[in-house]
Nanobody, 116 residues
Framework: QVQLVESGGGLVQPGGSLRLSCVGSGCTFSMYSMSWYRQAPGKERELVDTITNVGGSTNYADSVKGRFTISRDNAKNTVFLQMNNLKPEDTAVYYC?????????WGQGTQVTVSS
């Protein structure tokens, strides 16, 4: 069974930092691009960052450019999202995602709350 498990979320003050982790199992994740999405209450899920199988990355959300960085450690089947200078509007559930051809897998999500 292909699974993604996120961790690292929590409560942080504005201006603080968090690093999210996503550990995959059940397939060779190094062959595929992986992404981080987020969803705030009452809003649609949005794509934040994507990293390719060869390490190229894209910030899709303009609001996080210069603050969030995606990376991966293929030896550990792990993808990271380093989040710096966090703002209250970053509060959301963050999800890890992978698509293998036409098959998709989502993690269960990890809550990030930015508040003073």
């Amino acid at each position: 069974q292909v699974q993604l498990v996120e961790s690292g979320g929590g409560l942080v003050q504005p201006g603080g930092s968090l690093r999210l982790s996503c550990v995959g199992s059940g397939c060779t994740f190094s062959m595929y691009s992986m992404s981080w999405y987020r969803q705030a209450p009452g809003k649609e899920r949005e794509l934040v960052d994507t990293i390719t199988n060869v390490g190229g990355s894209t910030n899709y959300a303009d609001s996080v450019k210069g603050r969030f960085t995606i990376s991966r450690d293929n030896a550990k089947n792990t993808v990271f999202l380093q989040m710096n200078n966090l703002k209250p509007e970053d509060t959301a559930v963050y999800y890890c995602y992978v698509r293998r051809q036409l098959r998709t897998t989502w993690g269960q999500g990890t809550q990030v709350t930015v508040s003073s």
